[in-house]
């Protein structure tokens, strides 16, 4: 097997004990931007959002020795410099880069923190100068430093930024981005670069956010990454801001720590843990017995808008909602996906998309429900993740097969009935629905053509993996949604007199969130002795 090499880039930095800069942002960034990270410890701070309040310096032999390790060995694309506490640390850090050249040297010459507190005081401006500005590929200074850089000029305005830029370069660097995040009175966050020639400015709006630790960390921790993998130097500065701004503002509402400055998510995940699931439950299968799925022709004919008829359908009992609409705008069709996903949540009841997994990304539905023809369920999964509901529509037991191995959760089967709100749609009628419900290892909704008229031949299958039945024209083509949901929900729930008991569902309300209130049992099967037994253990 051929063997993939993989960008590389080594900070060398201290530790932020809150993980929110030095070492700890490097490594995120690094990760987030695909791009393996190698780490030499120059110091290890005692750190929070509120400040620093301690330093341990390592000694510049154990630096020298981390340095050797790796780059003796693993021969890194591109260092990255952060906070270098000792004129020490600097002469060793700058023999060992003769000693095994790099392709590129990023230095982000760190002294004071964002809060404040000193991190490399000024007698390490000398050896900066002479020792590592000369050999770095591009400087990254933000306003304090790059005024301490010059020995103190006031930097106030974005000209001020260039002409700093100006005179950094003659100390050496290829290349000076001045970052304007703390540039007062600017609603942009305004860096500006100079490469000895042009100048650039790079803008981004100001994201208001308290979680600004570490963006510096991070700005050139990312350049690094963008090096590594190849980019040139002007595109490494464009897509790392970038970054950092999308960053920053996904995570502008996070709260981590009590200081006046917070950490952001790198990986852009973390709100995936706390996020208000329909119930804060995982997917059961039991969700599918009254499965409403909307139509947009049937809506506008009936005069009600999308929000309206998840409402009543809900109101009626509806167990889990599909949005499918074929023909919206795609504006139009995320801001109403939001108001459904809000309704459904108070409902504690799953809303999935039909087909656009962009929709269902954006408003962070509960999954989607794709066909033959639309994107593979496995990619779908990539992009949704593992908790996602996915549905996968099936007419044969290879297809069912292929969505189980896929990462699909469940199969809506049919159409069981002829129906007109698919064209050109094949009937695979009950036979067909049995075939693939025995042969399926995922549960399976029956769709097509069914109504109140005609369910009873649908549950009397008898299969077990067929778990509910999935509904458009007899909900949404009729005068009252709410009703005909009311009256389907009651002959679902009183179905099949033989079987096993089949579904006590025990949700969490979702306005009292952790407490497990019963709110509704659904016995469908009545065996007394067990359902008997069943509801005094619950009890
Ligand atoms: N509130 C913000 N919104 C958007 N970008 C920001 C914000 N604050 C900082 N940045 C950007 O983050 C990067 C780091 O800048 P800065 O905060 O000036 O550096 P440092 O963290 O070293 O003080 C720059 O690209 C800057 O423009
Ligand atoms: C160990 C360490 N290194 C660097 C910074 C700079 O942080 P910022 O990126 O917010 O300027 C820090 N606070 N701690
Ligand atoms: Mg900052």
Redesign the pocket.
């Known amino acids: 097997m051929s063997q993939v090499r993989i960008p590389h880039v080594l900070t060398v930095?201290?530790?932020?004990s809150g993980a929110?800069?030095?070492?700890q942002?490097d490594l995120k960034a690094c990760a987030a931007r695909g791009v393996y990270c190698s780490t030499v410890i120059t110091?290890v701070?005692a750190?929070n959002t509120v400040g620093?309040q301690g330093v341990s310096i390592v000694s510049e032999d154990f630096v020298g020795e981390q340095l050797r390790s790796v780059l003796s060995d693993m021969c890194p694309d591109v260092v990255k410099t952060?906070?270098l506490p000792s004129t020490g640390i600097v002469k060793i850090l700058s023999q060992s880069l003769r000693e095994f050249p790099v392709r590129a040297l990023v230095v982000d010459p760190?002294m004071v923190?964002?809060?404040g507190d000193v991190?490399a005081g000024p007698s390490i401006l000398d050896s900066f100068r002479e020792e590592l500005l000369p050999m770095a590929d591009i400087v990254t200074p933000?306003l304090k430093e790059a005024s301490a850089l010059l020995g103190g000029v006031p930097l106030e305005t974005v000209a001020d930024m260039r002409s700093a830029a100006k005179s950094i370069h003659d100390i050496g660097p290829r290349n000076v981005l001045v970052k304007g995040g703390d540039l007062a009175d600017s609603s942009d966050a305004v860096d500006v670069l100079f490469d000895g020639k042009d100048f650039y400015e790079f803008r981004s709006s100001r994201i208001k956010t308290r979680n600004?630790?570490?963006?510096?960390?991070?700005l050139a921790s990312s350049i690094a990454a963008e090096l590594a993998r190849g980019s040139s130097l002007f595109f490494a500065v464009k897509t790392a801001k970038r970054y950092v701004q999308t960053a920053l503002d996904y995570s502008k509402d996070i709260l981590i720590g009590n200081g006046r400055?917070g950490p952001f998510d790198h990986m852009m995940k973390l709100k995936n843990s706390v996020r208000k699931f329909y119930g804060h439950r995982p997917f059961d299968p039991n969700d599918l017995l009254l499965y409403a799925v909307t139509d947009s022709r049937m809506n506008k004919k009936w005069g009600r808008s999308i929000t309206d008829a998840v409402k009543a359908a809900l109101e009626g009992g509806a167990t889990i909602v599909q949005l499918r609409e074929k023909d919206a705008d795609t504006r139009d069709f995320l801001e109403a996906a939001k108001a459904c996903l809000e309704i459904c949540r108070q409902h504690g009841v799953p809303l999935l998309i039909n087909d656009r997994v962009d929709i269902a990304l954006a408003c962070d539905a509960d999954g989607v429900h794709v066909g033959q023809s639309d994107m593979p369920a496995r990619v779908v999964r990539t992009l949704l993740g593992p908790d996602k509901i996915i549905g996968v529509s099936c007419k044969t037991p290879e297809q069912a097969h292929v969505a189980w191995i896929e990462g699909a959760d469940y199969i809506g089967c049919g159409g069981v009935y002829p129906t007109n709100t698919k064209e050109n749609n094949l009937t695979v009628g009950l036979d067909g629905l049995k075939n693939v419900c025995l042969a399926s290892n995922l549960p399976v909704v029956a769709i097509g053509g069914i109504g109140i008229s005609n369910v009873q031949p649908v549950m009397e299958l008898g299969v077990p993996s067929l778990k509910g039945v999935a509904v458009v024209s007899s909900l949404f083509d009729k005068e009252s949604v709410l009703r005909e949901t009311q009256n389907l929900r009651r002959v679902l729930n009183n179905h099949g007199h033989t079987n096993i008991l089949l579904n006590i569902h025990f949700y969490a309300h979702p306005i009292t969130n952790n407490t497990l209130i019963h709110s509704f049992v659904v016995v469908k099967l009545i065996n007394l002795e067990l359902a008997r037994e069943y509801l005094i253990h619950a009890a």
Do not use: K
């Not at 929110?20 to 070492?23: D, F, L, S």
């Open positions: 930095a201290g530790s932020d929110g800069a030095g070492i942002a110091a701070t750190q620093v952060g906070m760190v923190s964002t809060s991190l933000n600004t630790h570490g963006t510096g960390c991070t400055q």
